[in-house]
């Protein structure tokens, strides 16, 4: 076996070790599927560069001013939409987005059901889903991981510090790679555990400042934890 072979084997045991770990730490979530795939999108582009309690308020502000109407929030002035969304932050950027998203949907589907998508390849529905404004391939991935349990491996900050300091990935790979990189070692069955337990993960004990090391499950396979390769030459970091 060559050096590359050997390199994606041992990428492919510590991946599944992982997996297997969290499981037996944190349980297997319980897909349920999201009530419809255009909230789970105009919930996810809210959420960007904020946390949960403001997205979600925002969110919940949004539907209950335009009376869960999205044709009401394509049609109405920005102003009324930004005043809705702005705890979620950003909002002179993402009420506009919002409604260019809306207007391509309608265009495209004759309304506001992207269900047919769970029907498509999954790279082709990432596509169409990337080529709606202000939607990247973290909100694209989402809305086909948690609406139709597909093959797709979102990556939010937690995923992303998790897969650098195990080893997953390179310390400086950016959440694109990442992601590339989890769904070409985890079969797609696995993704929504996987995704849910790394989160957890990283909020319980592989937090960003204060990492709980002496509490990881995850210490057989850390890269961080064990000060190998680029982590044990950065003098910026600790334990």
Not at 2 to 11: F, M
Not at 112 to 124: G, H, M, S
Request: aromatic residues 8%.
């Amino acid at each position: 076996m060559g050096q590359n072979g050997a390199e994606t084997e041992n990428l492919q045991r510590k991946a599944r070790f992982i997996y297997e770990t969290l499981l037996e730490h944190y349980g297997e979530p319980r897909f349920e599927g999201c009530d419809d795939p255009v909230d789970e999108l105009i919930a996810t582009i809210l959420s960007a560069n904020t946390n949960d309690a403001n997205s979600g308020r925002a969110f919940e502000q949004l539907k209950a001013r335009f009376n869960g109407d999205w044709d009401a929030v394509r049609t109405a002035p920005l102003d009324a939409i930004k005043e809705a969304i702005r705890p979620a932050g950003m909002y002179n950027q993402k009420a506009p987005a919002i409604v260019a998203a809306l207007e391509r949907i309608k265009a495209d589907w004759g309304g506001y059901d992207l269900r047919p998508l769970a029907q498509k390849p999954v790279e082709e529905a990432l596509a169409y889903l990337t080529s709606l404004p202000g939607v990247g391939h973290k909100t694209a991935s989402i809305v086909i991981l948690f609406c139709f349990n597909g093959a797709a491996f979102p990556v939010d900050t937690h995923i992303q510090r998790i897969s650098q300091r195990t080893g997953v990935s390179s310390r400086r790979a950016d959440a694109y790679k990442i992601k590339r990189i989890w769904e070409s070692l985890i079969e797609p069955s696995a993704f929504y555990a996987l995704h849910i337990n790394l989160i957890r993960h990283g909020r319980r004990v592989c937090q960003a400042l204060t990492p709980r090391c002496e509490l990881c499950p995850l210490q057989p396979a850390c890269d961080y934890y064990q000060g190998a390769g680029e982590w044990a030459s950065s003098p910026t970091t600790s334990k």
